[in-house]
Every structure is written in C-alpha cells, then in structure tokens.
C-alpha cells in the first residue's frame, strides 16, 4: 500500500517518537532522581560537609537506595484526611511534572510533538502543579499544610504574571509560539541569543529566571514548605511514595524551567554548523541543550546554598512592586525595539554580550576571591 | 485560626508550645507554654549534696554548662567563704568564654538555619565543632562538661593546650569576617531581622530580660563589668551595645549582631587570658563532706543567655536546703506574648531564635 519513500518516512517518524519515549523515560524520571545527589553533593560541598558517598561510587546510587527506601514504608493517610484527594493530589504534581516533557526541544529532530503553541503549553501546564500542591494542603486536614497550600497558590499565580511577561519579548521578536521555532530563531554564538538582543530581554531573562526560582519553591521562595515554619508545608502529613513525588516534581520542574529559559533566551540546541551525519549533529545539540540547562541548574542550587528565605510579604512586594512592572516594561520596550530594528540591532547584541561577559568574568573574581579566602585552615585531631 | 506550634516543631529549639492565633499569616498573639522540659533539677540539689550537684548544673543549660557549673561553684564557694587559686580561676574563665563562643556559634548559625539558610548554620557548627574539641582535651566531655569543682577546676590544661587555643582565635577572627559577609550582611538576612520585634530599653527592663537581648535594647549591663566576678577585671574589654543600625534599636537584627559582637569580645578577652596565666594550683582543698555554714547566698553570673542567678540557702548539713537558678531563656519567654501582636508566623520563628531561648533552661 505504501510505496518506498512513505514507509521510510513512517520508519523515521516512527523512529523519533520512540527515541522521545525513551528520551523521557531515561531522562525525565531518573534525572529528577539523579538531580537529589548532585544537589545534595553540591549543596554539601558549599557548607564544608562531605554529603552521601556511601551507595555507589561517590554515593552516585543514593537517589536510588531513597526511591527504594520510600517505596518501602508505609502510606500513612491520616484518619481526618478527606483521602481521594489526599491520594489523587501527588499524582496531578507529577502530571505538572510530566507533561511538559512533550515539547521539550532536545535536539533539532528529538521532540515528542513540536506544537504551535509550545512555549504556552509549557507555562500551562507547569502551572497546573498549584492545583496538586493546593489540593495536598487541603485534604491532609493539618492547618500547617493548609498554610502551605495557601502560601504556595499566592506564589506560584503570582509569578506566572512576571514570567508569562517575560517571554513575551522573545514571542514578540519570534513571531512564533513553538519551542523549536524559537530555537531555530537564533544561532550557536552567543551574540546570536535572545537574552543579549537587547537591553529588555536581558532583564527579562533574569526576572524569568527568579520567578522560576519562586514558581518551582526553590530558595530564597521556598516558603510553602519553609520547614522552619510550617514543619513541612504541604507535604507534612505525606509519607512514603507520596511524599516522594512531590519532591520528585519539585527537582524535575527545576530542569524544566531551566529549560524555558535555555529555549527562549539562551539560543537552546544550536551548535556550530558542521557537517556531520544527522545523528551526530542531533547528539551534539543534545549535549550543548543538557549542558546549558545544567548550569542553569547549578546555579539553583547554588543559590539556594547561599540565601535565606524571604517572608511572605517580601515575596510578594517583590513580585508585584517590582517584577510585574519591569516585565511590562520590557514588553513595551521590546516591541518599541522591534518596531525600529525589526532584524534585530548588531551593535546593541554585541555591547549586551561584552556586558554580558563582563558581569560572569566579575562575579567569577569575587567567587574565586572568597573561595581562596574561606579555606578551612585549621584543624584540631581530636586527642581523646 | 488557633495553631499549635509544638512541643515539636522544627523551630522551636526543643520542646517549647506556643499557642498561636493568627489570622491568616498575621499572629494576633502567640501564647508560649512552657514546662515540657521540667526535670527538677532545683529539687534534685537538695537529695545529692554539693559536691553531687556538679554534673546536674550540666543540664540547666546545656548548651553553655560551663556557667552554670561556674554559677554552682561559686555559689558553694560563697558560702563557705573558700578562695578558689588564680591559676584556677584563669581555667575557669578560659572554659566558660570558650563556652561562650560555642553557644554564640550555635545560637547565629540556628537563626540562619531558622530563616531559611542551612548553610551559616552548617559553618558556625564547623566552628563550634573546634571548640567542642578543645573544650574535650581539657575536660572530656564535648556537651555536659562537668570541668568545674567546688573550689577551683578539676584538671589544669593540658600541655600544648595553650598554644592550639590561641592559634584557633586566629581562625576564627577572620571566619567572624566570613559569616558575616555570608549571612550577616545578606540583604535577604537584613530584611528579615530588621526592625522586627523592637523591645525597647525600659520594656526590656520591664520584662526583666537579661544579658544580650537587654543591651540590644541599649542598656548597657553586663555582670563581668558591672558586678565583676572572677578574674573578669583583669581584663580589657567592651560591653557592645544595640546600636540599631539597620533598623529600630533592639529589633531582631540587634539581638543577633550582639552576638557576633560579643563574640569578638570574648575572643579579646580569650587572647589575654591565655598570655597572662599565671602558674600555680587550679584547685584548692574542700573537703570530701561539704558542709558550708548555715546562711544563704546569691550568685551571679554572665551566661551565653544572660545574667544567671544562683539562689543557695544552706542549713549547715551536707545537702543545700533550697536551690534556685534564675536564668535569662523564662525572662525571655515572658517577651514573646506581647511582642507577637501583629507579627507573621514567620517572624514568630524569627523572634524565638533572636531571643535565644534554650528549652532546658526555661523550665529546668
């Protein structure tokens, strides 16, 4: 029924779809999971402690040693809890977390479905966490979880509007809502980037990076499960692989926005143009795309090694003081800047990238700085 | 909305209760409920005899039990008018200084750890970790020290003691530098801290609070310079002072820069101490049956928390007839209800871990 050229075309569509499967299914789970050791590594390596190195080398196997230890325990589900909910909520967090996968932009080919609307799809759907976390925070009939819950849906709407603000400059230069049309909108040079086309973008980047910070809970506004406060926020009354998904979605939604952010601004999958067979190509962008939300990643973690926690108050005053102002004026001043450079403006990208540098190679200085002076210098062998 | 925060709650440090009605984020008042922690020790004097009493003293606050060790001794040594050896005394103060210094550590790592911050808390423990070292070389314990005797310490220091003690004063000058630049300074930090839960100086007399969290408030009282005990006037240091820099005098921020301050003090003063000890005995004769004159004494003592008082009222047996301990964490826990008017819970957290409260020590 098919001639030749048709089945070789359902061969390579075929072909993708089971790449992306497994693309998800090997990276998307286990990453979450891996993500908890670097963390943890990171984070331990930032206050002087050693962190887990027992299970595999360097402790590499501890994320798997905790899947398998709560999966083992028992599912407490307390007896006021209002239990469909109670069960169904960690569930729909995971879906948040799931979801966006589906238009992930690994590579130039390894994409599950390359919508028209990807980038809106994405924020949609991440956003769609609020209602498991909120629902968790309910049903578990603890006030502390339902502070948590509550605390959670002021943040996590009130930054969708600066973040959804913030890529509106990129859409607005792009023409276009599909991740990959985004991505192919810009180049593998650095200049070539969204976030140094000009001035607004750059501080929309940055505001799109804090308000992920806020949206995925992550310090300094990792206030619904502030455990200082609330013992543990929403989560409180979870136990076992419940309790385990939440913060399974919590470590994948980090890569996830860091992703958005690497698409939009950070030129996404492009690398240089080589002439490579098509597999060896979509394997570097897939590499280049990795590493970039990796830093982005890092850089998370490191911050959330470093600031306390904001208040409730501040949290928002930030939001809407601040951020949502500065994200409609970036909006307004990029579309300004695409009325007078529709093509963009060479100069403008160049002076942002120098600036740009400028501002990783100083803040590389100081870290180094206080890094060479931090050394622990001093060490007492205990006698007794 | 009526919350119950604790007996165990993360930020509680130990088992403390509050009350809370909120409405919403904002506290109408926050009742604390103390006596989760109540052991007796007060009773317990009066059943094990002086010398005995020792190793409980450990327990009223064990966070910094080389004062209440001190307080005890003294107290003793008061009684039965009994001259502790200089070289002793030096011993003393070293012990209880570095003891400060742990207690400090611990107390502004815990309000990183309580805003949010794990790693200020994690390094101030580091820290404190080299203290806990030097303090077991000297007396064998790192927590309940039990160093202290009727009349003096149990054991002089031990050789080579001296040299390690001062070269961790060098290291840790420059870490005080560190931790503030990490977590002190940190505008979130500031934010947090300043201007909430101002206590003003006469409240703070009012309220009957003691020892750092008063002179936050701007009054300058110390038992060391005021009411010297010891060897405390030998010495050269200051008495720093809530000067309300980043907000209003007496905030959250005040209370906890004292303690940095004070850090820096007990430093001067470990510094001194340590080139200017004298030789000789550290413990002078008491006999095995203490049995001090009737009469009653009062002690005080410049604790991490505060202006520790020691009630002893003796009937001339071997075991006291009344004991009382009067510590800076009640005082404090006194505070909390009137300040928590119109606060957040979060900075419900906050104002506990300023006022540096030690469940033991409320309760006893």
Known sequence: MFGANASHEWAVATAIVVACVLVLFVIAVPFASIVTWVERRVWARIQSRVGPNRVGPNGFLQWLADGIKHVCKEDVIPDEADAPLFKFAPYLVVLAFILPWAVMPFSSELILADLNIGILYMTAITALTVVGVLMAGWSSNNKWS???????????????????????????????????????AQAWEPYHWFIF??????????????????????????????????VAGFATEYSSMRYLFFFMAEWGNMFI????????????????????????????????????????????????????????????????KYFVPLGFINMIGTAIWVAFFPHGNRLMAMVMFALGIAIVAAFGWRVAYFTRRSRMELYFHPTI | MTLNMGPQHPSTHGVLRFVIKADGEVMREAIPDVGYLHRSIEKIAEKVGYHGFMPYTDRVDYVCAMFTNQGWAMACEKLAAIEVPRRGEYCRLIAAEFNRLASH???????????????????????????????????????T??????GGVAWDLPPGWREKALAYLDHLDPILDEFNALFSYNKICVQRLANVAAISAKEAIDYNLVGP????????????????????????????????????????????????????QSSRILRQALTRMPEGPVLAKVVRNFRPPAGECQIRVESA???????VVSDGSSYPWRVRVRTGSFAAMGIIQKLSKGLMIADLVVLIASLDVIAPEIDR
């Open chain 2, 105 to 143: 550590l611990l107390t502004v790592g815990l309000m990183g750890m309580d805003i949010g911050a794990m790693t200020p808390f994690l390094h101030a423990l580091r820290e404190r970790e080299m203290i806990n070292d030097l303090i077991e070389e000297l007396c064998g314990a790192r927590l």
């Open chain 1, 146 to 184: 339902l502070i948590g819950g509550i605390r959670s849906a002021a943040q996590i709407i009130s930054y969708e509007i600066p973040a959804g603000l913030s890529i509106f400059p990129v859409v607005l230069m792009t023409g276009t809502l599909s991740m990959q049309g985004l991505i192919r």
């Open chain 1, 257 to 320: 926005a860091a992703a958005i952010i690497v698409t939009l601004y950070l030129g996404g999958w492009q690398v240089p143009h080589l002439g490579f067979n098509l597999a060896v190509i979509n394997l570097l962008q897939f590499i280049s795309f990795l590493v970039k939300v990796l830093v982005l990643v890092f850089v998370s973690m490191w911050i959330r090694g470093t600031l306390p926690r904001v208040r409730i108050d501040q949290m928002m005053s930030i939001c809407w």
């Open chain 1, 197 to 230: 086309a000009n001035p607004f973008c750059f501080a929309a980047a940055i505001i799109l990076f804090v308000s992920s910070l806020a949206e995925n809970n992550r310090t300094p506004f990792d206030l619904p499960e502030a455990e200082s406060e609330l």
């Open chain 2, 305 to 311: 928390r505060g202006d520790q008082g020691w009630y």
């Open chain 2, 145 to 150: 020290f039990n160093y202290m005797r009727i």
């Open chain 2, 213 to 264: 969290n008063l002179r936050a408030s701007g009054v300058k009282w110390d038992v060391r310079k005021d009411i010297p005990y010891s060897v405390y006037s030998d010495f050269d240091f200051e008495i720093p002072i809530g000067s309300g820099e980043w907000g209003t005098i007496g905030d959250a921020m005040d209370r906890y820069m004292m303690r940095i301050r004070e850090m820096v």
